[in-house]
């Protein structure tokens, strides 16, 4: 499985950006897709998950209200609509998959998000 994310970049505060995450690969059948992000200097962070087959999300406290994860199963692609960006969004920002014990296993190559104040 290849994970390809693209849809970062360079945002004014308050501003938004929609992060796509394609999937490829001959079986493509994850229990879930999550996004994180890791700003410089500081550790890698969940963002968001949802599970592939219920829709279920599931956000970390520091972006609910105002990020949305999403997936086109037929497309097998994931989205991170994000809204009412904030300096502090500021960072690259990885897909990856999950299975049901809760590992994630594939990652893509990360997309830069910087938010200007």
């Known amino acids: 499985v290849q994970l390809q994310a693209s849809g970062g970049g360079l945002v004014q505060a308050g501003g938004s950006l929609r992060l796509s995450c394609a999937a490829s690969?001959?079986?493509?059948?994850?229990?879930?897709m999550g996004w994180f992000r890791q700003a410089p200097a500081k550790e890698r962070e969940f963002v968001a998950a949802?599970?592939?087959?219920?829709?279920?999300?599931n956000y970390a406290d520091s972006v609910k209200g105002r990020t949305t994860i999403s997936r086109d199963n037929a497309k097998n692609t994931v989205y991170l609509q994000m809204n009412s960006l904030k300096p502090e969004d500021t960072a690259v920002y990885y897909c990856?998959?999950?299975?049901?014990?809760?590992?994630?296993?594939?990652w893509g190559q990360g997309t830069q998000v910087t938010v200007s104040s």
């Open positions: 990856a998959t999950y299975r049901v014990s809760g590992r994630y296993d594939y």
């Open positions: 690969g001959r079986t493509f059948s994850p229990y879930g």
């Open positions: 949802i599970n592939w087959s219920s829709g279920n999300t």
